[in-house]
């Protein structure tokens, strides 16, 4: 399955916060300057990201559901989510070069 940076970045945030974190914990992502732009836009971003991260089963939402939308407060890994944050975290880390 193929994750986007932004997804990657929020199962790498809530596995090093021991499994869990809230939706502001997120937008550590985007600078501070593009993030001061587009607020909206980059709230909708992460909270669409958290969506899909949840259909895949690999967070689980906490919050409250109207008849249109999710209002998603706080999340946390699953044993499935834990297992792809460290195949993430494995990705990144390189070897040294042996001669």
Not at 3 to 23: D, E, P, T, V
Not at 26 to 33: H, I, R, T, V
Not at 46 to 52: A, G, T
Request: glycine fraction near 8%; hydrophobic fraction near 35%.
């Amino acid at each position: 399955m193929r994750l986007s940076g932004l997804q990657k970045y929020i199962l790498n945030q809530c596995y090093l916060k021991n499994g869990g974190g809230l939706r502001g914990d997120f937008y550590g992502f985007y600078s501070k300057k593009e993030l001061a732009e587009n607020k909206k836009s980059r709230e909708d971003t992460v909270h669409s990201s958290l969506e899909s991260l949840v259909a895949k089963d690999l967070l689980i939402a906490f919050g409250r559901k109207t008849a249109q939308k999710w209002f998603i407060t706080k999340v946390r890994l699953t044993a499935k989510g834990k297992r792809r944050a460290k195949e993430i975290i494995k990705q990144r880390q390189r070897k040294l070069p042996i001669k």
